[in-house]
């Protein structure tokens, strides 16, 4: 690979990293850009879970630092999202995504709207309107299991899932969406690990840039909170849809 295609690869990463941490929606950034510079569509979706990676766990690791996530109480559910993922990414081997790519434009229009209008989001926690288990062992499996399956918007779902069933403040819903991001691309990673879809080489070296973009986005969405989070979380899942209807 010419070595401006490498550092091209290696930039959106930090982008997607910091993009990520922030709002979701890194795949945004980096999967166009991979499938640009010719790698074909699997091994690119395998590479970009590779990377992914490191930008959820560094953002993880910062909201923890911070005392916004306890990821030991939190262990158990993202158990949960990282055996729905694989289950996902097993039945993205099979299954037709084809129902999935025309409703999905639609459903991030639904969530843009929702955190642009809907009176009220702060990063003050709300009423809880679902059960701790019943969220953790029906919700997450299931928003992982798309992850795996599919992908795209499903830091936006976890987000709107805390948000408006949990009862989270905005802050800390983003907090516990990238650990169990981080979950989710590690079964999916594990499926296209064994399927050979991979570009070590490349997506380790995004992966560092993933870690560096996250740990600054996650530092800027801790010191703005809402005031950030909230507008930035619109426009990526707008640009997402945008995209995917265009595509």
């Not at 910062?62 to 109480?73: C, F, M, P, T």
């Not at 490349?202 to 909230?230: E, K, T, Y």
């Amino acid at each position: 690979m010419p070595t401006e295609i490498f550092a091209l690869l290696v930039l959106a990463a930090f982008v997607a990293g910091f993009v990520d941490s922030i709002a979701g929606g890194g795949g945004l950034v980096t999967i166009p850009t991979l499938l640009l510079c010719g790698i074909d569509p699997l091994t690119a979706l395998g590479t970009n879970k590779l990377q992914a990676l490191f930008g959820s766990g560094s953002a993880s690791i910062s909201y923890a630092a911070k005392g916004h996530v306890d990821l030991r109480k939190l262990m158990p559910t993202a158990l949960l999202s990282f055996a729905g993922a694989l289950v996902g990414a097993l039945a993205a081997m099979v299954l037709p995504t084809d129902v999935l790519e025309t409703l999905l434009p639609f459903l991030l229009i639904a969530v843009a709207v929702y955190f642009a209008f809907k009176p009220g989001l702060s990063d003050e926690d709300a009423e809880r309107r679902i059960s701790p288990a019943l969220f953790a062992g029906f919700l997450v499996p299931l928003i992982a299991a798309y992850d795996g399956l599919f992908g795209p918007g499903a830091g936006s779902f976890f987000m709107l899932a805390f948000v408006t069933l949990a009862g989270y403040g905005v802050l800390k819903a983003t907090a516990h969406t990238k650990l169990l991001n981080f979950a989710s691309n590690f079964g999916g990673f594990v499926i296209f690990a064994f399927s050979g879809a991979l570009l070590w080489k490349l997506g380790l070296a995004m992966g560092v840039a993933q870690f560096v973009g996250a740990r600054i986005g996650s530092g800027f969405a801790m010191r703005f909170g809402a005031r950030l989070i909230r507008p930035l979380l619109v426009v990526v899942c707008l640009a997402l849809a945008t995209k995917l209807l265009l595509s």
